[in-house]
T-cell receptor, first 115, second 113 residues
Framework: GAVVSQHPSRVICKSGTSVKIECRSL??????MFWYRQFPKQSLMLMAT?????????EQGVEKDKFLINHASLTLSTLTVTSAHPEDSSFYIC???????????FGQGTRLTVV | EDKVVQSPLSLVVHEGDTVTLNCSYE??????LLWYKQEKKAPTFLFML????IEKKSGRLSSILDKKELFSILNITATQTGDSAVYLC?????????????FGTGTRLTVIP
């Protein structure tokens, strides 16, 4: 199947700093990428849908100024958590799809810990 | 409100047992239903189902969708300890611009040697 690479896999940052997470589709072009957040023992919650070359569409309750998403190319989307706080500590996962009729492939996730 | 409900929430079986995981959904503009296996990190894709009554198989795993009754089942036969994971069901809804995936809370399967 298609490969999605997410980096870093684990990051620890100080409260008030910003963290950037990258999501790359390695062997296909992804017009659409999705960013999810997962809390312990809970399911994946969609944060935003990222379309190449346009602004991301955020789900209700997700602060777009706090979670900046950029999808500058067909193979790269980034999520920047700005002014991180301990409550932002979570597991963030991206997914990408070749086109709307195919399944979504997931990156390996990023464990963010804000101290 | 769109929702996806999985049952049971958790399941403990012995190696060799057969298990059936359930997923029911209420989604506007249904497009497909997907099953994922999640171990320590990201989910890995198992099946994508779009048509009713057509069983998909991959080794010891199989799945089927009933679009009339709005549910799907995932079967695992002759379970092994390596099958221990959280199994996620997701339903794709057609929306303007992109298709969103709505996830259930998952079924945590533990296979005991």
């Amino acid at each position: 199947g298609a490969v999605v690479s997410q980096h870093p896999s684990r990051v620890i940052c100080k409260s008030g700093t910003s963290v950037k997470i990258e999501c790359r589709s390695l062997d296909f072009q992804a017009t659409t990428m999705f960013w999810y957040r997962q809390f312990p023992k809970q399911s994946l919650m969609l944060m935003a849908t990222s379309n190449e070359g346009s602004k991301a569409t955020y789900e209700q309750g997700v602060e777009k100024d706090k979670f900046l998403i950029n999808h500058a190319s067909l193979t790269l989307s980034t999520l920047t958590v700005t002014s991180a706080h301990p409550e932002d500590s979570s597991f963030y996962i991206c997914s990408a799809r070749v086109h709307l009729n195919t399944e979504a492939f997931f990156g390996q996730g990023t464990r963010l810990t804000v101290v | 409100e769109d929702k996806v409900v999985q049952s049971p929430l958790s399941l403990v079986v012995h190696e060799g047992d057969t298990v059936t995981l359930n997923c029911s959904y209420e989604v506007t503009n249904f497009r497909s239903l997907l099953w994922y296996k999640q171990e320590k990190k990201a989910p890995t894709f198992l099946f994508m189902l779009t048509s009713s009554g057509i069983e998909k198989k991959s080794g010891r795993l199989s799945s089927i969708l009933d679009k009339k009754e709005l549910f799907s089942i995932l079967n695992i036969t002759a379970t092994q300890t390596g099958d221990s994971a959280v199994y996620l069901c997701a339903v794709e809804a057609i929306e303007t611009g992109a298709n969103n995936l709505f996830f259930g809370t998952g079924t945590r399967l533990t296979v005991i040697p």
